[in-house]
């Protein structure tokens, strides 16, 4: 029995040891997660930014266009317009 006690106390350090290295190394891989999330946080905020853009540009260029294109951007416009009069209204009911 003792023998064991003698062992375990002999294995101690060695496994106090092994637990703060995997809790600084869990430590390290949470501050990776979190500045990976932050860079996919921003990379999204950007991509979403760029396809407002694409479809700003889309509409000034369908203006500048032919009259097909014209036409197709004023129904997007008013289709645009429809949805935020309906935004408004929801929006109001709330209230």
């Keep these: 029995m003792e023998e064991w006690i003698q062992?375990?106390?002999l294995l101690l350090p060695q496994v106090?040891?092994?637990?703060?290295?995997?809790?600084e190394k869990n430590s390290m891989l949470?501050?990776?997660v979190e500045a990976l999330t932050h860079m996919?946080?921003?990379a999204q905020s950007e991509?979403?930014?760029y396809e407002q853009k694409y479809e700003a540009l889309k509409v000034t260029q369908a203006l500048?266009?032919?009259?097909e294109k014209r036409t197709e951007a004023k129904l997007k416009i008013?289709?645009?317009?429809r949805e935020i009069e309906q935004c408004?209204?929801?929006l109001s009911q709330d209230k």
């Excluded at 500048?64 to 009259?67: A, I, M, Q, R, T």
């Design 7 to 9: 062992k375990i106390e």
């Design 30 to 32: 949470l501050g990776q």
């Design 88 to 90: 408004i209204v929801q």
């Design 64 to 67: 500048l266009g032919s009259d």
């Design 47 to 49: 991509k979403q930014a």
């Design 16 to 23: 106090q040891l092994y637990v703060r290295s995997l809790e």
């Design 78 to 81: 008013n289709s645009l317009i």
């Design 40 to 42: 996919l946080d921003k």
